[in-house]
């Protein structure tokens, strides 16, 4: 025990000293692949998170075997079963015959920490009903996951992990032959890094002074051919925007006609047809004319509750919202300048020097963004405040919802089944849910027959909604394999899961919202949110 | 023991209890041919051969799914031996077996740990082996890194196919990621749209100008680029650069280092430097679960008709939410490799051979590298205008490369263009413009 805890010590001392200058080591050599989605940042997240899976079923080992691999600090499996012949045949984490009449959640780790010595693993055979008593039990781990837990088991477990903020998110897994859902009780979940496609401003319509400046110093007429053909498409448009203002009472182009016009006065400024530069200017024209504002979605964050309770305690995330709140509510209205300038035509010096002006900036921004953080009596980390300013264009927070807030209003029910974009989703859903209600009700009979889960079905939806086509073909598929943990459906759910999985623990990426439902007949995933 | 009672033996009881919930009856969206019980089981367990190429991050998923579902007869082929970089992701491996066969590790691997399974590999290329090869499969599943093997092992597909013969229509199930990104697809040679049907959905790989390389480096891609085109045959001769060589990526490394100083350039570090010159693309095991879940699934529906399958293309894109886009891509009547259509190309009168060779390279939807042309006149003779080889070939037609297009080929008459690494061939339609 000991010895497993120094060696991820060790270990992740070296993520934390990756070094950028010489051959890398062994550990960053192993994770080479995902370091690059997620960094030493992602990678230290993920080290230093505890996971508890309830079942060590074929589905519950398959999401395992995606987090131990990168990396995962540790893992607990509860189940107190002992491996059955039927076990023992679909999951790659038990060896065969040899396996079965062992304790299913021991056989699982002992396999599953074969891939990769980092990891610490734990079988826990206790019951869950008598670990739902124990709430620092559960406190102790930053996930729970759960794979097909018995209807009243997984209410008594969601209900506890909600009612209490500081208890860990869960994940609820469900499945029966080819279909399956998932769903992530989560109160709340920041990110500053969300990895977003959205490209942050270049200023082109605000320009700082320095340049503005630079833009403006530029004698383009004296320049040699070389050099005119390697004037930086940023400070093209941003002296022809400024040569454009000056003649239209500082407006930027509006119409469509002025923008036509607009164009080809930076074609007008070209020395020579194949100036490539040039064509890039009115390739990115359009930065002339976007305005450079805090974008909408970020705007929204400015009116969470949070910020209006902001205490000493809160989370760092919310102090540095405050803080962009503030600075964003300074003129020139705008966030923080990020100093990612994207590659274009240019000689290096040119490019290199524009690069130092938006770096230059950049610092400065962040500094009036510190002392911001200052005034208001907070000390963060300098990394993450970094991280915070860098990603500013590019926060989200995640408010999650309790699980089965969607079963306790059947009207919802009726217009999501309804509606043509839901209706597969949530006939999935329905025939899901009521196969694992009526797998309680009849423990014995393992095979509620198709007759039992509609009537179920119809009996949770308003009188009035008369059951689509989809209703019967979902039942339909369920009745045919109510306990069928197949072991394609348990590796697609396996990735799947685990990706989620991974962006709760890292804070990248976004988590999925709503039910997520999985048809492996028809090959699709979907969404279904209330 | 005879093999029959040596699978009784390996098939416990409650072997299949899972599986076989969906082998014994037919459910809402069962093919009509399903032959549920027995005869759907024997097939699947002591029938059906199934081909795996490549045994890597899909790779091995792939394997691990086929044998819990019940494929009992499965190969593999892999090129590659195990690198450290491979195991946060391929569970077959583990530290002790780097630099061993890929396929050879994956194979004792799977058979270890499922009983009953066989899984016979092959350490090698797939173009070491031909048609008859491929022809004793029912179902090929491919997990490629490569979009030049994957082009080959298509193409070689579709011209099995045999209308005369049924069992030369070999399903092929291709899947592939990139990071959070990734997608499945079921290829039907002649009947479905196939992989080179799609080539244009392919994104562009990024490729720096030579001049911006030599002269004007902006980038730290740019001067590592440098050391690896430039400076490593201008310095090292004929010497081989191997980017596995920990001392040439370091040797890399530190010339694209000096050259970024040189210019103020920041950001060339060690794994810049490595995944410039690999052209690395990240690999997370749980993408390669997902799709490599979705082939696997496919095949069983495909091998069993126990449900409908995929028609045709699955994507999947994890990085915001879970979204996945399930659709059909049309095959295309113009495709080089399973369309019967020529593709009309529209050519400068003045263009020399070469010129219309440009034009070829630049075609995202036709991406041959090094093309090989015949002009095919109206009265149907045939002229070799340019062939890359056998080499007397080569240079007895390479005076033709600055000749007019126009000396050979009249305006819609035909050009049939072939390559030497794909068993393709496109028929061109000029159009004089």
């Known amino acids: 025990m000991m010895k497993d805890s120094q060696d991820i010590e060790t270990a992740t001392t070296a993520v934390g000293t990756f070094r950028s200058s010489a051959q890398p080591d062994n550990k960053t050599r192993r994770y080479d692949r995902q370091l690059r989605l997620w960094a030493a940042s992602g990678q230290n997240a993920l080290e230093s998170a505890r996971v508890l899976v309830v079942s060590a079923s074929a589905t519950s080992t398959s999401i395992l075997k995606n987090l131990v691999l990168p990396g995962i600090g540790h893992f607990t499996i509860l189940d107190s079963e002992i491996v059955s012949q039927e076990d023992a045949g679909n999951n790659f984490f038990l060896e065969g015959p040899d396996s079965v009449g062992k304790s299913r959640a021991h056989e699982a780790v002992r396999l599953l920490r074969e891939l990769n010595e980092s990891v610490e693993g734990i079988a826990d055979t206790s019951d869950l009903a008598d670990r739902l008593t124990d709430s620092s039990y559960l406190a102790s781990f930053s996930l729970i996951i759960a794979h097909n837990l018995s209807a009243n088991l997984l209410d008594a477990l969601s209900k506890l992990l909600w009612s209490d903020p500081s208890l860990p998110p869960l994940i609820i897994v469900h499945s029966a032959g080819f279909l399956a859902e998932f769903f992530i009780q989560i109160h709340e979940h920041t990110i500053i890094d969300s990895h977003t496609d959205a490209a942050p401003s270049l200023r082109i319509d605000k320009p700082f002074p320095a340049l503005l400046n630079h833009a403006q110093s530029l004698d383009f007429d004296a320049m040699d051919d070389t050099d005119h053909g390697h004037i930086p498409y940023v400070l093209i448009l941003v002296r022809a925007l400024n040569s454009w203002k000056a003649t239209h009472d500082g407006q930027t182009p509006k119409s469509y006609a002025e923008r036509v016009e607009f164009k080809k006065a930076i074609i007008g400024m070209k020395k020579k047809a194949d100036e490539e530069n040039f064509d890039e200017a009115v390739a990115q024209a359009y930065r002339a004319w976007t305005e450079t504002k805090v974008p909408s979605d970020i705007e929204a964050l400015f009116s969470d509750t949070v910020l209006d309770t902001l205490d000493p305690v809160s989370p760092p995330f919310f102090h540095l919202l405050a803080a962009l709140k503030t600075f964003a509510s300074q003129p020139p209205y705008i966030l923080p300048l990020t100093s990612t300038l994207p590659d274009m035509k240019a000689d290096t010096n040119s490019y290199v020097h524009l690069q130092k002006l938006y770096k230059a900036r950049a610092e400065e921004e962040k500094a009036q963004f510190t002392a911001i953080l200052k005034q208001s009596g907070v000390l963060l980390d300098p990394v993450m405040v970094d991280e915070f300013v860098r990603n500013a264009h590019g926060l989200k927070i995640v408010r999650g919802r309790r699980w089965d807030i969607l079963g306790e209003n059947s009207e919802t029910f009726g217009k999501l089944l309804l509606s043509k974009e839901t209706r597969k989703e949530t006939a999935t859903h329905l025939a899901l849910r009521a196969l694992s209600r009526l797998l309680v009700k009849n423990p014995n009979t393992q095979e509620p027959t198709k007759e039992q889960l509609v009537a179920y079905i119809q009996n949770i939806l308003p009188d009035h909604v008369e059951l689509p086509e989809e209703v019967g073909v979902m039942v339909g598929e369920v009745a045919r394999t109510p306990t069928a943990d197949l072991p394609n459906t348990a590796a697609f759910l396996g990735g799947l899961v685990a990706q989620e999985a991974i962006k709760v623990i890292t804070k990248q990426y976004v988590p999925v919202k709503g039910v997520c439902v999985v048809d492996l007949i028809g090959s699709w995933t979907g969404i279904l949110e209330a | ?433």
């Not at chain 2, 394997?63 to 009992?72: E, I, Q, R, V």
């Not at chain 2, 190969?75 to 396929?103: P, W």
């Not at chain 2, 100008?209 to 680029?225: K, S």
């Not at chain 2, 000749?403 to 263009?417: L, M, P, R, T």
Request: some cysteine; glycine content about 6%.
């Open chain 2, 1 to 433: 023991m005879n093999e029959n009672e040596q699978t009784r033996f390996i098939d416990w009881p409650g072997r299949y209890y899972h599986i076989d919930q969906v082998l014994n009856k037919p459910g809402p969206r069962t093919d009509e041919n399903f032959n549920a019980g027995d005869a759907v089981k024997d097939f699947l367990r002591n029938q059906c051969k199934i081909l795996v190429i490549g045994a890597g991050g899909l790779g091995c998923e792939i394997l691990a799914d086929l044998a819990l579902t019940g494929f009992k007869d499965i190969h593999v082929i892999d090129m590659d031996t195990i690198d450290i970089s491979n195991l946060n992701r391929q569970f077959l491996f583990r530290q002790k077996d780097v630099g061993k066969s890929k396929a050879i590790v994956a194979a004792e691997f799977v058979m270890k740990r499922v009983p009953g399974v066989k899984v016979t590999p092959y350490f090698g290329k797939i173009q070491d082996k031909d048609e008859s090869y491929y022809m004793q499969f029912h179902i090929i599943i491919c997990g490629l890194d490569s979009v030049e093997a994957r082009r080959w092992i298509n193409a070689t597909l579709v011209n099995m196919v045999d209308e005369e013969n049924p069992e030369s229509l070999k399903p092929l199930i291709d899947g592939g990621t990139e990071g959070f990104r990734g997608q499945a697809r079921v290829i039907l040679p002649t009947v479905t749209s196939c992989y080179e049907c799609s080539l244009d959905l392919l994104s562009k790989p990024t490729a720096f100008p030579i001049c911006t390389i030599a002269n004007t480096p902006r980038l730290p891609e740019h001067c590592i680029e440098w050391a690896s085109v430039l400076e490593w045959p201008h310095t090292q001769g004929d010497k081989k650069m191997d980017t596995d060589d920990p001392e040439h990526i370091g040797w890399l490394y530190d010339t694209a280092l000096a050259r970024a100083k040189e210019f103020e350039i920041e950001g060339v570090t060690w794994s810049l430097t490595q995944g410039v010159v690999k052209n690395i693309i990240p690999a997370i095991a749980s993408t390669n679960a997902i799709i490599a879940a979705s082939c696997c699934n496919e095949a069983f529906k495909i091998a069993t008709s126990s449900s409908s399958y995929l028609d045709n293309y699955f994507m999947y894109i994890g990085t915001d939410g879970v979204y996945s886009y399930t659709f059909k891509h049309e095959q295309r009547e113009d495709c080089p490799v399973c369309g019967g259509r020529s593709v009309l190309f529209e050519v400068d009168k003045e263009w020399t051979v070469n010129d219309l060779i440009d034009a070829l390279l630049e075609r995202p939807d036709i991406q041959v590298k090094k093309p090989s042309l015949a002009a095919i006149r109206k009265d149907g003779s045939t002229v070799n205008m340019y062939l890359q080889g056998p080499k007397s070939l080569e240079e007895a037609t390479r005076p033709n490369l600055e000749k007019k297009v126009s000396d050979f080929v009249g305006d819609g008459e035909g050009i049939i263009v072939t390559a030497t690494s794909l068993p393709l061939s496109l028929d061109l339609v000029i159009k004089y413009i």
